[in-house]
Nanobody, 126 residues
Framework: VQLQASGGGLVQTGGSLRLSCVDS????????VGWFRRAPGKEREGVAC???????NYAEDAKGRFTIYRDSAKNTVYLQMNNLKPEDAAVYYC?????????????????????WGKGTLVTVSS
């Protein structure tokens, strides 16, 4: 599995970004996929995930603003982020795991995910 996250950038408060997670070798439909983020000085935290059965779970402050979804034709998992706030600024990582037990609830655990991509930086200006 070789995950690649992209789509980060600089956006104003209230703006939107869509992050993409692509794998060049394996079919992401066969994996649970999660998005994590790490802000400066903070621990990496879960943001949203989609299970192998396409169930979704979100961090409390992501609910209503972020949407995680698959595009099977493009072998991509997206994280649509709307109404961005300065506190959303972080490096965002996508992660994946083949287990059917991943992303069946909350919280998200880093150790549940066996594969990680490099991050993409999201900056939100106030």
């Amino acid at each position: 599995v070789q995950l690649q996250a992209s789509g980060g950038g600089l956006v104003q408060t209230g703006g939107s970004l869509r992050l993409s997670c692509v794998d060049s070798e394996f079919t992401l439909d066969d994996y649970a996929v999660g998005w994590f983020r790490r802000a400066p000085g903070k621990e990496r935290e879960g943001v949203a995930c989609v299970s192998r059965s396409d169930g979704t779970n979100y961090a409390e402050d992501a609910k209503g603003r972020f949407t995680i979804y698959r595009d099977s034709a493009k072998n991509t998992v997206y994280l649509q982020m709307n109404n961005l706030k300065p506190e959303d600024a972080a490096v965002y990582y996508c992660a994946a795991d083949r287990s059917r037990n991943v992303c069946n609830g909350w919280p998200m655990f880093l150790h549940d995910y066996g594969y990680w991509g490099k991050g993409t930086l999201v900056t939100v200006s106030s």
